[in-house]
């Protein structure tokens, strides 16, 4: 599974941005998807997740909310629709899959990360 992650930029506080994510996969749809962030001096952490059939997901306390993930399984792409921005949201956002059932646990693909800046 290759991964190919897109949408990073600049954005100002309060604004929107969406990311997407390629996934290079024979079966798109049995694959669950997850996306991490990692900021200037922290340890990367955990965004959102969406299961192989797209019907469930979750997230993490900070987002919840004001992300939102999605599966386009004809176009082999997970989104993250990113609202209300904040300054804290900045960051290297990077997509991940597996092919277990669990957002938690390890994720067996990584793609490259993409730069999200929030600042006015």
């Known amino acids: 599974v290759q991964l190919q992650a897109s949408g990073g930029g600049v954005v100002e506080p309060g604004g929107s941005l969406r990311l997407s994510c390629v996934a290079s996969?024979?079966?798109?749809?049995?694959?669950?998807l997850g996306w991490f962030r990692q900021a200037p001096g922290k340890e990367r952490e955990f965004v959102a997740f969406?299961?192989?059939?797209?019907?469930?997901?979750y997230y993490s306390d900070s987002v919840k909310g004001r992300f939102t993930i999605s599966k386009e399984h004809n176009k082999n792409t997970v989104h993250l629709q990113m609202n209300s921005l904040k300054a804290e949201d900045t960051a290297v956002y990077y997509c991940?899959?597996?092919?277990?059932?669990?957002?938690?646990?390890?994720?067996?693909?990584w793609g490259q990360g993409t730069l999200v800046t929030v600042s006015s």
């Open positions: 969406v299961s192989w059939s797209g019907s469930n997901t």
């Open positions: 991940a899959a597996k092919y277990g059932s669990a957002w938690h646990g390890s994720y067996d693909f």
């Open positions: 996969v024979r079966s798109f749809s049995s694959i669950a």
